[in-house]
């Protein structure tokens, strides 16, 4: 058995919202003595994605139409047995993978972009901004916009934006207008521009502009693809499939791993089966995987920070490396991001979810591993948490212990090539 499948009836009726289960309190978001970021919210998110964020409900109802779409992305996704990594490494442990790579544009990330664009739609929208750095996040939203029927403005980081030209390509083809960012369009852009007109742009800088261009046209409204409590609301539906699978083949997670870049892929396959384990049905070690260059949970401190470069956003509780940090260019640029999304910052400072950071020369190296022997080349986001796998399965060989081990494969590899290339030719740097 290599795979378990689910037909389109088991797409879950409901996202999971854990806040209610947690056993201590999620902090407060808040905002500056000065400042008017809380009150910008309703100005730039629908009314249902807000609610949504308030929400002490557990469950919370897909809508039918969000279903549909999910339905034709390919959703349920399949879960994979990792059998030819188990024998290459030798090891007793059972590693499965949940199959995010299956979608359209190739991540989990139109789990969200699909149920933001709804939400936006239904409340009047005619527009969304949003920001992306490698590109994933954008070309996402630009579909979603495209099924839902809205226009979408992205603000691509300028490096990006220059050396990754083919999901610029993708973000066009569905009609999405594409911005180097930092740009002429928004105050802050000028701004950065003035100091350095070569500006190579960050994630936190895109993110300022596109909130600046919603906040100014109540038209237009501006969506995250990661980090905010209703992204991972809405990514539960990897976890809840993922146990529904499970319970096909009668196995419980032991171990399960994902790679972190705002926290949302992780959370949305973990927090389901954190319940479990908060209530004790299940005893599990939870692995978020960081760049060693960008590592906000095993560096950052846990404290009150923006989202956003200029301020722009409310505070939240998180861990961060500062909002103003510019994490040096990688080839994981779905993981270059200051912050951690509070859920999972929460969890970690708690000690239910562990954070581990790997070097990128490793990443590659277990990436091209994973590829020769299961087929499909991980997006390099995704080969962090594969390399924590193969650490965890050895560790399982060692003990002699037939664990149960599952990662959540977010996304392939490819449309990132370069840095396989670099790889290859030896000439990556850690
Ligand atoms: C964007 C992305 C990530 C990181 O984002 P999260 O919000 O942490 O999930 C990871 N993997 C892939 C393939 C991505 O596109």
Redesign the pocket.
Known sequence: MYKVTLPSKDIPKKWYNIVPDLPMELPMTTQTEEGQQLANLPKIFSTGFLEQAMSQERWIGIPKEVREVYDKIGRPSPLFRAKGLENYLDTPAKIFYKREDFSPTG???LNTAIAQAYLAKKDGAEMLTTETGAG??GSALALACSLVGLDCRVYMVRVSFQQKPYRKTIMQIYNSEVIPSPSDRTEFGREMLKKDLNHPGSLGIAISEAIEDALNDEKVYYSL??VLSPVLLHQTVIGLETKKQLEKIDKTPDVMVG????????GGAVLPFIKDHIDGDIDCKFIAAEPSSCPSLTQGEYRYDFGDTAGLTPLDKMYTLGHDFIPPSLHAG??RYHGMAPLISLLVHEGIIEGRAVSQTDVFKCGTIFANVEGVIP?P??SHAIKVVIDEALECKRNNEEKTIVINF??HGLLDLQGYNDYLEGTLED
Do not use: I, P, Y
């Not at 790679?259 to 992780?266: A, D, K, R, T, Y």
């Open positions: 991540s989990h990330k994933q996040w693809g990661s790679c972190v870049g705002g926290g949302s892929n992780f779905g993981l997006a986001e995704t977010s996304g």
